[in-house]
């Protein structure tokens, strides 16, 4: 058993190295939080590297959480193909292997366009919501994707009035984001998940002298607000910025109900998830 385990982390050891060669060799364009990108095999394409890195209040807490990233890869994979065949466009390509996939380059729209389904996290504190109420109606808010200013809050005559995007591109961003959330927030429900909250980018994409928006960035626990539907157990990044523990378990909860994971026991049904103390370092 211990020759097993020692051959296992030699070979995950192995394949970091040989990672690390390869993408050593390529020219990093924009190092993120949690994601990489690198030039692309072609014009026009990107390759996008998920890490393990983790941070929350504005990065003023950071960790790792193991194997986040592979999970975070094979969860956008699912969502921004599902996303594709339902119509709403995507930077995604393919998925390349463990923790890189293959997205179009995209001109990145300055702007966080995010949806409020139930009340949480600093919406619930700013507007004074106790946390969990349902919302009358789906919620829309706008964010400067801007660190050194914290990301604050805008609306959309800032948007206009300042050029980040024009009315063409915010009502097409818009209408982007209502198909999403209707999407998303019955397919998560199918699986005993409520979609709290996302957030979403979206990029220009040219061809020529056209130009269409569309989705960017990724669909991960780092970015949705996801809950037990029975248990209202977190299920997503808030484990890691609110000191909750296991949260590689959680994204694995979310990977195994959507079908990416296999059943590590016999009942495929959801179960409730515990608590423990959290891996961070």
């Known amino acids: ?25 390529r020219r990093r364009i924009f190092e993120g939080q949690a994601k990489d990108l690198f030039e692309g095999p072609e014009p026009g394409t ?13 990065s003023l807490k950071k960790g790792t959480v193991t194997g986040k990233g592979v999970l975070n890869n094979r969860i956008s994979e699912y969502l921004m193909s599902k996303l594709n065949d339902i119509g709403v466009p995507t930077h995604f390509m393919r998925r390349l292997n463990m923790r890189e996939q293959l997205i179009r380059q995209v001109e990145i729209i300055p702007i966080r366009v995010v949806v409020r389904n139930v009340a949480a996290g600093t919406f619930a504190k700013r507007l004074g919501i106790p946390e969990g109420t349902q919302l ?38 818009m209408a982007h984001t209502l198909r999403v959330n209707d999407y998303m927030t019955g397919l998560f429900l199918g699986i005993g998940v409520r979609l709290v909250d996302f957030r979403l980018e979206f990029g220009r994409l040219w061809d020529q002298d056209e130009m269409r928006i569309v989705l960017a960035d990724e669909i991960t626990p780092d970015n949705c607000r996801l809950w037990d539907i029975k248990t209202n157990e977190k299920l997503d990044l808030d484990r890691f910025s609110e000191g909750l523990g296991k949260v590689e378990e959680a994204y694995q909860e979310i990977a195994r109900r959507l079908g990416i994971l296999p059943e590590t026991g016999g009942d495929p049904s959801p179960t409730p998830f515990k608590r423990t103390a959290i891996n961070e370092r």
């Open 136 to 173: 009358p109606r789906s919620i829309v808010e706008f964010f400067l994707k801007n660190d050194e200013l914290n990301n604050p809050m805008i609306t959309e005559e800032h948007i206009t009035a300042f050029g980040w995007a024009n009315p063409y591109e915010l009502d097409e961003m």
């Open 1 to 25: 058993m211990f020759g097993l385990r020692f051959a296992a982390r030699r070979l995950r050891t192995n394949w970091l190295r040989n990672m690390n060669f390869r993408m050593s060799r």
């Open 46 to 58: 990107l390759v996008q590297y998920f890490k393990d890195d983790a941070s929350a209040h504005n």
